[in-house]
């Protein structure tokens, strides 16, 4: 069955370095992979999508890398700053499938 | 920027209660979906749905859930007889497209159940 999964439950960060948080899944059949924010409270926030034609993506200061071969995921952050403490998860769906499968998510701390 | 909106953002409820979380997705959205969130754990689907109906659903969407678009901006979630082990975060999303697209999400229903 489907399966998506983070390598590493925690990560801290100091403040204004880069964050590289990363994700496998089981599927070879997945094509489409999400990244969301989850801030305390609140509910899961986009924040970058890629579908498996590709593999990079980047936005405003995340860039989302895919390896097909090895079916990984990783979402980088740019400059961490304070206000990207949160629970980040990946999440993956298949051709037109409606829902997405999530993975257990990585709390990410930033120190000052 | 458009966001889902969720009511109430906590609900209390007696086991063996009914009970009715509601939603309000983006407005041009055609796609709805519900996900529940139990603490700690990770965010899993329910299900979608998409004009009036049902499109798929998850195992964990038995027979004592259902959902309803009564009208053209809320789309609801009913549990008819709560169980302690329905005590979760319950996120409505929804998206413009199917497949393929973000899912926007609200900010949840915390759901206890006593």
């Known amino acids: 069955g489907e399966s998506v999964g983070l390598h590493l439950p925690t990560l801290s960060v100091q403040e204004g370095d880069n964050s590289i948080i990363n994700c496998a899944y089981s599927n070879s059949a997945s094509d489409y992979f999400i990244w969301y924010k989850q801030e305390s409270g609140k509910g899961p926030q986009f924040i970058i999508d890629i579908r498996s034609n590709m593999d990079k993506r980047q936005g405003q200061r995340v860039t989302v890398l895919l390896n097909k071969t090895v079916k990984h995921l990783s979402l980088q952050i740019a400059a961490t700053q304070p206000g990207d403490s949160a629970v980040y998860f990946c999440?993956?769906?298949?051709?037109?499938?409606?829902?997405?499968?999530f993975g257990a998510g990585t709390t990410v701390t930033v120190r000052a | 920027e458009p966001e889902v909106t969720q009511t109430p953002s906590h609900q209390v409820t007696q086991m063996g209660q009914e009970v009715i979380l509601r939603c309000v997705p983006i407005?041009?959205?055609?796609?709805f979906y519900w996900y529940r969130q139990i603490l700690g754990q990770k965010v899993e689907f329910l299900v979608s749905f998409y004009n009036n109906e049902i499109s798929e659903k998850s195992e964990i969407f038995d027979d004592q859930f259902s959902v309803e678009r009564p009208d053209g901006s809320n789309f609801t979630l009913k549990i008819r007889s709560t169980k302690l082990e329905d005590s979760a975060m319950y996120f409505c999303?929804?998206?413009?497209?199917?497949?393929?697209?973000?899912?926007?999400f609200g900010d949840g229903t915390r759901l206890s159940i006593l």
């Open positions: 407005s041009n959205h055609l796609y």
């Open positions: 999440a993956e769906s298949i051709g037109n499938d409606y829902k997405l499968s």
């Open positions: 999303a929804s998206s413009e497209l199917r497949g393929n697209q973000p899912q926007h």
